[in-house]
């Protein structure tokens, strides 16, 4: 299945895409799920949005929030609104979708810790991704939903001081000839001079 993935800030959306949006939002979060809220906030205006299409359809979505807005009390970039419709589920879109959210989080606001308020019943989900529950589970709109975070990631390099030594026999051996050639080389150049 060929897909496109794009990440647009609102005002870049074209009011087609925010119809779509909108119309796939209500189908998941308020016809299918049978909860009635105010699906619309103004925090779309501040969101990236990450939109899923499959030839000129869209078939998945998520909205992406800047650390600057407060959600939850929480100044991380949070991820929001996740959705594949029904027909597209089961073909591993959340997951390529979420990846991209999270690359996207990573790249723009920096390695810092993401947030996300999840339905319960897809804690295991969110969990493979990294992200760690920090709340009990609360309801909100009459849905069970619980607070997680996807730690900030570890450097590439551990800070100095925190490296542990690799203590196996070649590593040990090799040390020790390096060692010895060193020590070799300081003392052919104390001989010459």
């Known amino acids: 299945m060929s897909v496109n993935f794009s990440i647009k800030p609102f005002d870049e959306l074209s009011p087609v895409d925010v119809y779509y949006i909108l119309h796939a939002r209500s189908q998941v979060f308020v016809v299918e799920q049978h909860c009635v809220y105010q699906d619309i906030d103004e925090l779309d205006f501040d969101c990236q949005h990450l939109v899923i299409h499959k030839s ?71 969990q493979s991704l990294g992200f760690e529950a920090i709340s009990e589970p609360y309801l909100e709109d009459g849905l069970e ?16 001081g925190t490296m542990k030594p690799n203590l196996s026999v070649k590593n040990v051996i090799i040390n020790v000839l390096l060692l010895l050639l060193a020590v070799m080389i300081i003392g052919m150049l104390y001989l010459l001079i």
């Open 56 to 126: 000129r359809s869209l078939i998945g979505y998520c909205r992406i929030l800047p650390p600057d807005v407060v959600v939850n009390n929480s100044s991380y970039p949070h991820i929001g609104r996740v959705l594949v419709l029904p027909e597209h589920r089961g073909k591993g879109l959340a997951r390529q979708m979420m990846t991209r959210a999270i690359k996207f989080c990573y790249s723009t606001y920096g390695k810092h810790p993401i947030q996300i308020s999840a339905q319960t019943y897809l804690i295991d989900f969110y």
């Open 145 to 160: 939903h619980i607070d997680m975070l996807l730690p900030k990631p570890k450097s590439k390099l551990p800070a100095l």
